[in-house]
């Protein structure tokens, strides 16, 4: 490009869609695809409290049972812990690995522990707290890991299998068969 006079043509950004238009209503449709392409081509950073937004409900959503009874008996065949139904109470191992392997591995921790604080404060589930597309993670996780534990021989099996399916810090351990 050449300085000074016979150096091309400056124009505002903010007339180009004009002159566009005015040039013929195909060139304005083009231009207009490639103003939507670049705006779309750039990477958006969202702060951790919008994506908290944009995943946790402030107020509780109406209860569904979410976790199914094939998910707890999977996890008492695996435990050797005993399941009754909800009547008696779910053994203390099942909460930790709902934490760990469903809400821990479907969710970025700081959007679970916003969720888990909103369902503390409300007296509510945590997943009564999450939006359908943050919900839509949980019950795919909740499928795998149900998977997980009806295919494991114990506890330990159980975590060996999720250490290496799921990306989480952590060591794995070695198994060794039975003899």
């Known amino acids: 490009m050449e300085k000074g006079r016979n150096g091309g043509t400056w124009m505002h950004p ?3 869609v004009e002159f566009a238009r005015w040039l013929s209503p195909k060139f304005a449709r083009a231009c ?3 103003i939507k392409n670049l705006l779309l081509s750039k990477n958006f950073q969202l702060t951790e409290d919008q994506i908290i937004g944009l995943m946790v ?3 509780p959503t109406s209860w569904e049972k979410r976790f199914k009874e094939p998910f707890y008996q999977a996890l008492s065949k695996m435990s050797g812990l005993p399941y009754f139904g909800h009547v008696g109470g779910c053994p203390a191992l099942f909460g930790q ?4 392997w469903v809400y821990a591995v479907a969710l970025p ?3 679970y ?5 909103a369902a503390i404060d409300s007296g509510e589930k945590i997943h009564q707290h999450l939006k359908p597309d943050a919900l839509v993670k949980v019950e795919h996780q909740l499928v795998a890991v149900t998977n997980i534990a009806r295919c494991s021989v114990d506890p330990k099996d159980f975590e060996a299998r ?3 399916a799921f990306t989480v810090k952590g060591q794995m351990k070695l198994l060794y068969a039975v003899a």
């Open 14 to 16: 903010e007339l180009a």
């Open 57 to 59: 409900c402030q107020q």
């Open 109 to 111: 921790d700081y959007v």
């Open 113 to 117: 522990q916003a969720a888990k604080q």
């Open 97 to 100: 690995i709902t934490a760990r």
């Open 32 to 34: 207009d695809r490639h």
């Open 162 to 164: 999720c250490m290496s």
